[in-house]
Every structure is written in C-alpha cells, then in structure tokens.
C-alpha cells in the first residue's frame, strides 16, 4: 500500500488549496479514505472522510461548509478541496486508508498513512 499526498504550500487567509492522494497496492473502491492534520504542536486530528464508495462523507466541525472531500476511482486518488482558508487550518495534512469502507472520524481507524503534505496560511 502507498499513498503520495501532495498540493500543500502557502496561501494567504482566504484563499484555496487542493491537496492530492493517489493509492496505489490495494483495491482503491474497497475503502474509506481519510484527511487529517497535525498542527505545531498539536496533536493529529481528523479533518474529512469519503466511503469507498464515495456515497458518504464526514467532516471535522471546523472545516465544514469550507473543505470538501472526493475521489476518483479510475486515477485512484482521493481530494480536498479547502476553501476561505484560515491562518489556524496551518498544520501538515495527510491522507490515510481507513481499514474498511465505511467513513469513520477516530484515526486508530486507518491503517495506513501518506507521507504528509504543509499547509501554511498567512494572515
């Protein structure tokens, strides 16, 4: 299983960013896919989900109504999309394959980890 996340970098307050996961080693509709984060300091928190189907999604109350999670089966990869960002969404994301398909918030749920991505909002 890999997972190679990407589209991090530095944005102002109000701006957008959309982050990447491509999957590969495992069969990619099988499973949910998560997004979390780790700011300074801080620990790991969940921030977004999608069921291997793509049929439901789940968000941290922070990012609601602002981030937006997808995936595509076909390019294996899984999205957020993060909108208005805030100086305190500053942390390193990063996706995760939970263990079955079915969308869950607690990241002892995810079996496997990408390699993180920085996400950085200037105000």
């Known amino acids: 299983v890999q997972l190679q996340a990407c589209g991090g970098g530095l944005v102002q307050a109000g701006g957008s960013l959309r982050l990447s996961c491509a999957a590969s080693?495992?069969?990619?509709?099988?499973?949910?896919m998560g997004w979390f984060r780790q700011p300074p300091g801080k620990e790991r928190e969940f921030v977004a989900a999608i069921s291997g189907s793509g049929l439901t999604t789940s968000y941290a109350d922070s990012v609601k109504g602002r981030f937006y999670i997808s995936r595509d089966s076909a390019k294996k990869t899984v999205y957020l999309q993060m909108n208005r960002l805030k100086p305190e969404d500053t942390a390193v994301y990063y996706c995760?394959?939970?263990?079955?398909?079915?969308?869950?918030?607690?990241?002892?749920?995810?079996?496997?980890w990408g390699q993180g991505t920085q996400v950085t909002v200037s105000s």
């Open positions: 080693g495992f069969t990619f509709s099988h499973y949910a």
């Open positions: 995760a394959r939970r263990s079955t398909g079915w969308v869950t918030t607690n990241k002892g749920d995810y079996d496997h």
